[in-house]
């Protein structure tokens, strides 16, 4: 009988928030219990030293190590990892905020403990770092050129397209040279894990994760940018319509730009060439094919690499596992009784 009248209930706006309540409540009180899983088994998985650890699921301690670098986009320091976001405010809502764009680049790297070194390929790992830079910039700061955004950020949101209209918000995190870290995963045969630099022309695997970068554009008159921000309104529209291979001068005319001949130079892409760090170890000092890598394992999903310590992670998993439990089953809950009341009303 009661099913029959969850069936014959009228769908309205009470009974639809009513079910997505339940049905987002159920789902975070059984992702609390996936994360409460997995706090668990870090705990009874025992630390384990570099040069006496053994193949499967691991936990190690050390200071992150490489011959090669990446510079972040935003601070511009030489790191294994970086992960940039940045979120712009909804139109006319102060407090609702909107991922614009979402950065991830990585090198393998070693993890270094003193008894040895061991290679870190951290695809696919759940990421907790800390935040190396963060930043909010008011909306009334910008101009239509950028030209009170800091060069990199202007770098960073048009390689994403980002048009910097409303206030924006923009967070680093990154994996430097000699950072401390917790890393939990499956050690296993190198499966073709190679450390070397990052190279756009002989790295056809990355091209997914190499974005263009900003262009200057030089007219044949008069001084040339130098960079996207002091390009002119005709400027762009004079690089848009070189590239689209429109050449006839009425053309120009009728977009209201003089004709010229465009010459377009591409930038480098800030984090596809890979140089050296000269502060870092030498490359002697690293073997470059080991035989063992420390990655996502295909039969155990377990990866971490934390700035945690592996106790300070495990309670954060905890608190975290305990609030969306209860926040869950209450959300469900309270669902349900929504439904109850209406069903008496019927």
């Known amino acids: 009988m009661t099913v029959c009248l969850f069936v014959f209930m009228p769908i309205n706006y009470l009974t639809t928030l009513s079910l997505v309540a339940i049905a987002g409540g159920l789902y975070f009180f059984f992702l ?26 691991v936990e190690v301690n050390g200071m992150a190590a490489g ?3 990446v510079p972040a986009p935003i601070t511009g320091k030489p790191c294994f990892l970086y992960h940039t976001t940045a979120w712009q405010q909804r139109d006319g809502k102060k407090d609702e905020w909107a991922k614009v764009a979402d950065e991830t680049l990585h090198l393998p790297f070693f993890i270094d403990d003193s008894t040895g070194q061991l290679l870190i390929e951290p695809l696919g790992a759940d990421l907790d770092l800390h935040r190396d830079f963060r ?13 009170d955004v800091p060069p990199r950020v202007g770098v960073f949101l048009s390689r994403h397209g980002v048009v910097p209209a409303r206030s924006l918000r923009i967070e680093e995190r990154l994996i430097k040279p000699d950072d401390a870290l917790f890393i939990a995963g499956t050690l296993m045969e190198n499966p073709g ?20 970068a900003p ?23 004079a690089a848009a319509l070189t590239r689209a291979g ?13 004709y010229h001949s465009v010459a377009v130079e591409e930038n480098a892409p800030p984090a596809a060439v890979l140089a050296r760090d000269e502060d870092n170890s030498k490359t002697s000092d690293f073997n470059l094919t080991p035989s063992v ?4 394992g295909a039969n155990n999903s377990t990866f971490v690499i934390s700035f945690r310590s592996q106790k300070e992670f495990a309670s954060a998993l905890a608190w975290k596992s305990a609030a969306m439990i209860w926040g869950g089953a ?17």
Do not use: C
């Open 293 to 296: 890598v420390l990655m996502k």
């Open 135 to 147: 930043e909010e910039y008011a909306a009334s700061f910008f101009s239509s050129n950028l030209n």
């Open 32 to 57: 609390g219990f996936l994360l409460l899983a997995r706090k668990r088994l870090l705990l009874t998985t025992p630390t384990s030293r570099i040069r006496s650890a053994a193949l499967g699921l």
């Open 67 to 69: 011959p090669y670098t």
């Open 193 to 212: 894990v190679q450390v070397r630099p990052l190279s756009p022309r002989n790295d056809d695997s990355r091209k997914a994760e190499e974005l263009p």
């Open 246 to 258: 429109v050449t006839k001068p009425e053309a120009w005319s009728a977009a209201g730009v003089p």
């Open 215 to 237: 262009q200057i554009i030089r007219l044949s008159s008069g001084a040339a940018p130098s960079s996207i921000r002091e390009m002119s309104q005709q400027a762009k529209i």
């Open 330 to 346: 209450a959300v469900t809950l309270l669902g349900i009784y929504s439904l109850l009341e209406q069903l008496e009303l019927l």
